[in-house]
């Protein structure tokens, strides 16, 4: 039970690097418009090599090959959905110009049921 803790709580650590590395650069326009093209992936690279630190262990612990929990199908699942509510947290605390929709919700609905079929024996 432990390793499928510390598993998902790294997912959620390399998820929220991701997240800013990717998308933080847009939510935080203003501050990066003088850095440049270059200068914005240079600094995404960076905030990313952060979630490899956290994405490479939560891999490892939690890989059956490792003697984790959990299948290769259901590590891949489990990233998505954390993927998903960390992103979504973000747009909703920093991306107020784009509203969650009934579509977004419905997608996620089934991302969930998803994720019921990958971890049923």
């Known amino acids: 039970m432990t390793r499928a803790i510390a598993t998902v709580a790294l997912l959620v650590c390399a998820n929220s690097f991701m997240t800013l590395a990717w998308y933080g650069q847009i939510a935080f326009r203003s501050k990066f418009e003088r850095v440049g093209l270059i200068g914005v992936i240079f600094l995404s690279w960076s905030i990313a090599l952060f979630e490899y630190f956290f994405m490479v262990p939560a891999n490892r612990l939690g890989s059956a090959q490792f003697g984790g929990p959990f299948s290769l199908w259901e590590l891949k699942v489990m990233q998505e959905v954390i993927t998903l509510i960390i992103f979504t947290l ?7 110009s784009e509203p ?18 990958i971890f049923k024996k």
């Open 100 to 117: 969650i929709r009934w579509n977004h919700l419905v997608g996620f609905f089934f991302l969930v049921v998803a994720v019921f079929f």
């Open 90 to 96: 973000f747009m909703l605390a920093f991306m107020k």
